[in-house]
C-alpha cells in the first residue's frame, strides 16, 4: 500500500545516499565515529481507585516494555532506531518500531540538517511536553512526543530552530505504535509540518523557547486506501519551554480539527485512534491546553543524589458544534481533563516514578475512569532500568 511499502522503498534509497554523502565528507575531513547499543526494562504497578472489573485485588504489577537501541555517528552522517516490545497493559503482544532514523548534517558549522525515516514530528514542546511517567493529555491527543514517516530539514542558525518536514504517514504500517495516530478508518497522510522557535538565554543554565508550530494534510478514510472520500487535517500550537535552575515551565494552547465529509458515512464527531494496541476516540475537533511545572531536588538516598517533583495538567474543550462526542461505547461525552502529580527518582541507570493521575472524561484519553463528568484517580508506580555501551 501507499501508506507503507512505497515510502519504505524510498526511504531506504534517500538513506543508502546518505550513507555514501556521510563517508566521503568523514573520509575527507577525518571526522569521529561512534556507535552505541543500548535498551531497557520497564515494569509498573498500577492501581485503579474505582470499580473495575479486570484489576486484580490490591492492584497490578506488571512488565510494561522491553527496548532494544542503536545510534551512532559517521561522519557528518548520524542514525538511530530503537524497537520496543510490549503487550502487557492490554494483554497482546505487541511490538513496534518507536524510531527509526538517519540524518546528514552540513552547512555552516554543521547548522543544516536533513533527516529521513520514522522520527519525531517536531511540533510543539520539544523534546517532550510533559515531566510525567505517564504521559499528558497533549500525548493521548497525539499532538506531543509523536512519531510519523517521513523527511525533516532543520535549519539552527544562532539561537532559532526552523524545522519543515513531509511526513507520508503516520505508522509505517504497522499494527501499533508508541505515539497516539489515528487508525481504523482513519489515516494522516501527506502532512506538511512547519515550525519556528526561539531560544532566551540568561546564563549558563537558564533559558527558555518559544516556538510556533503547525501542520496539516490528508485524512484517508477507510480501512483501504479511498481516494473517492478523503478529509483534511490540521493543528497549530503555541508553546514555550523554560528551565530557571531547578525549576522547569512548559505550556503549550493547540486548536486542531479532523475534517471528515459528510457525504462519507463515517462519523464525524470523533475520530479513533490508538497505542500501544488500545484504541479509544477522540473528538475530532477541540482546543487543548496543557501546563507542566517541575522542581529538581539534590538528595543523597543511598544511591539516588536528584528527585523531581512536577505536575502535567490538560485540559481539552470539545470543539465539535454540539460540543459533545461519543466514546467507544457511543456515549455522549463532553471536556476532558487530565492531571498528573509525581516524584521521580534516578539513581544510575535506574529510574522511577511514583505518580497519581486524575482524569475526567479521561476513560479513553489518559485511561482513567469512565466518561460520565466525575474525576476517577488511579496510582502508577514505574520502575525502569537503562543500558547502554556508551556508559561503559
Not at 120 to 148: E, H, I, M, R
Not at 207 to 215: I, L, R
Request: hydrophobic content about 35%; overall charge neutral.
Amino acid at each position: 500500500m501507499i501508506r507503507s511499502t512505497e515510502w519504505r522503498i524510498a526511504g531506504c534509497a534517500l538513506a543508502a545516499g546518505l550513507l555514501y554523502g556521510g563517508q566521503a565528507l568523514a573520509a575527507g575531513h577525518i571526522l569521529p565515529n561512534s556507535l552505541s547499543l543500548g535498551g531497557g526494562l520497564v515494569t509498573e504497578y498500577q492501581y485503579k481507585g474505582y470499580a473495575y472489573p479486570a484489576q486484580t485485588p490490591g492492584g497490578d504489577f506488571k512488565l510494561d516494555y522491553f527496548e532494544v537501541n542503536v545510534k551512532g555517528h559517521h561522519g557528518a552522517l548520524s542514525y538511530a532506531a530503537e524497537e520496543r516490545f510490549s503487550g502487557v497493559n492490554f494483554n497482546s503482544p505487541y511490538q513496534f518500531l518507536h524510531y527509526g532514523w538517519a540524518a546528514y548534517r552540513f552547512g555552516e558549522g554543521g547548522d543544516e540538517q536533513i533527516k529521513v525515516g520514522y522520527f519525531k514530528v517536531p511540533f510543539g514542546t520539544l523534546p517532550y511536553g510533559y515531566q510525567s511517567f505517564w504521559g499528558n493529555l497533549g500525548y493521548y491527543a497525539g499532538l506531543t512526543d509523536n512519531q510519523a514517516a517521513g523527511i525533516g530539514y532543520r535549519y539552527m542558525p544562532g539561537n532559532w530552530r526552523f524545522d519543515a518536514d513531509f511526513f507520508k504517514n503516520n505508522t509505517l504500517g504497522q499494527v501499533t505504535t508508541y505515539g497516539i495516530n489515528p487508525v481504523g478508518n482513519y489515516h494522516s497522510i501527506n502532512t506538511v509540518n512547519l515550525r519556528a522557535a526561539y531560544t532566551v538565554h540568561d546564563g549558563a543554565t537558564d533559558h527558555v523557547t518559544f516556538a510556533w508550530s503547525g501542520k496539516g494534510g490528508q485524512l484517508e478514510l477507510g480501512p483501504t486506501p479511498n481516494s473517492r472520500h478523503t478529509g483534511k487535517q490540521w493543528a497549530t500550537a503555541a508553546s514555550m519551554n523554560g528551565h530557571w535552575g531547578p525549576w522547569t515551565l512548559q505550556m503549550q494552547a493547540t486548536a486542531y480539527a479532523y475534517l471528515v465529509p459528510a457525504d462519507s458515512g463515517y462519523p464525524r464527531h470523533s475520530i479513533t485512534v490508538e497505542s500501544y494496541g488500545y484504541q479509544y476516540q477522540l473528538p475530532a475537533r477541540g482546543q487543548l491546553y496543557d501546563a507542566s511545572l517541575g522542581r529538581r531536588f539534590s538528595v543523597n538516598w543511598g544511591p539516588f543524589r536528584s528527585i523531581q517533583v512536577y505536575d502535567d495538567y490538560g485540559y481539552l474543550k470539545v470543539g465539535t458544534p454540539s460540543r459533545r462526542f461519543l466514546d467507544a461505547g457511543g456515549q455522549s461525552v463532553g471536556d476532558i481533563q487530565l492531571n498528573e502529580t509525581g516524584v521521580a527518582a534516578v539513581a544510575g541507570p535506574v529510574y522511577l516514578w511514583a505518580e497519581m493521575i486524575a482524569g475526567k472524561n479521561a476513560a479513553g484519553p489518559g485511561f482513567t475512569g469512565y466518561d460520565n463528568g466525575h474525576w476517577y484517580s488511579r496510582f502508577n508506580l514505574a520502575m525502569a532500568y537503562y543500558f547502554s555501551t556508551a556508559s561503559g
